[in-house]
């Protein structure tokens, strides 16, 4: 069975700060990984897909890496701001199931100003 | 383009009653899910729909029925209302194009659903 899971479950961090955010996963068996960003009474923003073929993604100052051999993904997010205090998920799809989509339970983060 | 739209976006209900969640998206996306999200308990997976006219049952299925007569819309339906389907759910489409297909997830803004 498929296990995501997001450490830490919160984050706090003074502005400006550079930060990593993971998203560990239990099966190598993947097919693509999404990481989102929810705001409180919010949706779920896409911020970036990774297919397993790829190493990295990149939006901004977004960065997100995959490595299916340790079943780790990293969203790494760079000078943080205020504006960035959200509740940050990753998914993921399997290989074998397109139909169901494993979501990680989140790291919820402040950037304080 | 509007993306994925949820209709209400606020409910109240009294145990018992039923009522209709409308999804909508115009990106011509083949795949539809709806889930609920709970404190502690993350999101989970109701029901999904592959394409028109198909619709399959997720993790959490019980007291909820779905539809998708036409492309762009899922429909879930609660049929007798109860106080554990309070909830926030969220409807979400994705890309598919068999292997070649991305199936990046687009999520609708959510329906707050308070059943007393």
């Known amino acids: 069975k498929q296990e995501v899971t997001q450490i830490p479950a919160a984050l706090s961090v003074p502005e400006g700060e550079n930060l990593v955010l993971n998203c560990s996963f239990t099966d190598s068996a993947i097919y693509n990984l999404q990481w989102f960003r929810q705001d409180p009474g919010k949706g779920l923003t896409s911020l970036l897909l990774?297919?397993?073929?790829?190493r990295e993604q990149t939006s901004g100052r977004l960065n997100a890496s995959l490595d299916k051999s340790s079943g780790r993904s990293t969203l790494y997010i760079a000078a943080s701001q205020p504006g960035d205090s959200a509740t940050y998920l990753c998914a993921l799809f399997r290989e074998d199931n397109f139909n169901k989509f494993y979501f990680g339970s989140g790291t919820k983060l402040n950037v304080k100003p | 383009n509007a993306g994925v739209t949820q209709t209400p976006k606020f409910r109240v209900l009294k145990t018992g009653q039923s009522m209709t969640l409308l999804c909508a998206q115009d990106?011509?996306?083949?795949?539809m899910y709806w889930y609920r999200q709970d404190p502690g308990m993350g999101l989970r997976l109701i029901h999904y729909?592959?394409?028109?006219?198909?619709?399959a049952k997720g993790e959490v299925p019980d007291g909820y029925n779905v539809s998708r007569l036409k492309k762009q819309n899922f429909l879930l339906g609660l049929e007798s209302a109860a106080p554990s389907q309070t909830s926030v759910y969220f409807c979400?489409?994705?890309?598919?194009?068999?292997?070649?297909?991305?199936?990046?997830?687009?999520f609708g803004p959510g329906t707050r659903l308070t059943v007393t």
């Open positions: 990774i297919q397993s073929s790829q």
């Open positions: 990106m011509n996306h083949e795949y």
């Open positions: 729909s592959v394409g028109e006219g198909t619709t």
């Open positions: 979400a489409s994705s890309t598919s194009s068999g292997r070649a297909g991305t199936y990046e997830q687009y």
